[in-house]
């Protein structure tokens, strides 16, 4: 590490609140699926910013689209419309295939909307205030109270309790659990269709499809968050078209801006047309003229170079090549996951594996303490696989 690094590093600990156990490098720019430090030393990207640059660093037509919007229209607030957010608005419906789009800055603020659009709609239907909520265990849904409060670890939210009321948490992929916390006062279930933080779980088809099911039959709203998994990363556009299974509610963040920070809630059906209304819920920032012309921009991108088409053409090739990786080593309990969203779990914790890829130039990142997370750019190739496997192992050796 150069004496500037350290210095800057050094710098940062005493002017920033140490709510992160940063690792020791100050990246300063990036190239598709590299990043570069202030040194000048190259990294390969398989984190991709916790799945937030599915195009790669630098992608010149976002590049491009957010500097037009720059120079023509930054905020006017949602007291007035705006061309750009008609647009990723539109685009966002076509290929969701929901009814309403909220945009918001973050996807602890899509979770937020989420929450009180299904108490909403429960107020509406009966005019009552006590309605609860199911969430599962070992999820993960943001740091905000609302969020937090849906969050599956106790550990999370001990310190910041008490956070809202009437949640209660059933065991991931457990239909009995689930039923086990039903009550006449729940109205909405909430999941990841593929928990991230929680170690890549993916829920089985049998599960959501159970789910809806039981909603349906409950006037339950079920709401999916996709926060992590959506965007293409597990080779649908949202991981939940794959089951055929429809939430009344979604949530998006992450890839959607794909560098720039912004989030969406979306309706269906009787959640989008019997919850919130005017005066309910509102934004300062959320869908300014700057994230939407990112957003629209993103979603063109997809649609013209057929991500999810080359995510399900590379995404085989990643796991046969981490399978091998697993298939020589007793220490790898279980490779998982769907698309480009895998996860590696070892017999015992990652940290120093992960300080030794980022020394042998490959960023990666934990799913808990013993597992590894690989999320990279949506538009890696073979070639990109077989240099992280490289790094990877001689890392792991």
């Known amino acids: 590490m150069s004496k500037r690094m350290q210095e800057e590093i050094e710098a940062a600990e005493r002017d920033l609140l140490h709510t992160y156990n940063r690792f020791p490098v100050i990246f300063d720019r990036g190239e598709g699926t590299d990043l570069y430090d202030i040194d000048g030393k190259q990294y390969l990207d398989f984190f991709s910013g916790i799945g937030v640059f599915a195009l790669g660093q630098g992608n010149k037509e976002l590049n491009e689209a957010m500097k037009g919007q720059i120079d023509k229209l930054m905020h006017t607030s949602n007291y007035f419309y705006n061309e750009p957010a008609i647009r990723a608005a539109r685009r966002l419906k076509e290929v969701s295939g929901m009814d309403r789009v909220f945009f918001t800055n973050s996807g602890a603020e899509a979770i937020e909307g989420a929450l009180k659009a299904a108490r909403k709609y429960a107020f509406l239907r009966d005019s009552h205030t006590d309605h609860e909520i199911i969430a599962m265990e070992n999820s993960f849904h943001g740091r905000t109270m609302g969020a937090l409060a849906v969050t599956g670890k106790k550990a999370y939210r001990e310190p910041f309790e008490p956070l809202i009321g009437n ?231």
């Not at 009995?176 to 088809?205: F, K, M, N």
């Not at 590379?314 to 490779?335: F, N, T």
């Open 167 to 397: 949640i209660r948490f059933a065991a991931y992929g457990d239909m009995e659990s689930v039923r086990g916390q039903l009550s006449d006062r729940t109205c909405a279930i909430l999941l990841e269709t593929v928990q991230g933080e929680g170690g890549i779980h993916p829920a089985s088809e049998a599960f959501l499809k159970e789910l809806r099911a039981l909603c349906d039959e409950r006037d339950i709203l079920l709401i999916l968050d996709e926060i992590q998994c959506g965007m293409g990363r597990t080779g649908d556009m949202f991981a939940w078209q794959a089951y055929g299974v429809k939430p009344d509610i979604m949530t998006t963040a992450k890839a959607l801006g794909c560098g720039v920070p912004v989030g969406a809630f979306l309706l269906s059906g009787k959640a989008a047309e019997h919850s919130l209304v005017a005066g309910d819920h509102g934004t300062t920032y959320g869908g300014n003229p700057f994230v939407c012309a990112a957003i629209d921009k993103v979603l063109e991108i997809y649609e013209k170079d057929d991500i999810i088409g080359h995510v399900r053409e590379v995404a085989p090739y990643l796991k046969e090549r981490l399978e091998q990786v697993a298939a020589g080593r007793s220490d790898v309990l279980e490779l998982r996951g769907k698309g480009l969203m895998l996860g590696m779990e070892f017999d015992h914790p990652v940290g120093e594996i992960l300080n030794r890829c980022l020394e042998n130039g490959l960023v990666l990142i934990n799913a808990g303490a013993n597992i590894l997370r690989f999320l990279p750019p949506l538009i890696i190739g073979r070639k990109e696989i077989d240099e992280m496997v490289e790094i990877l192992a001689r890392s792991l050796d």
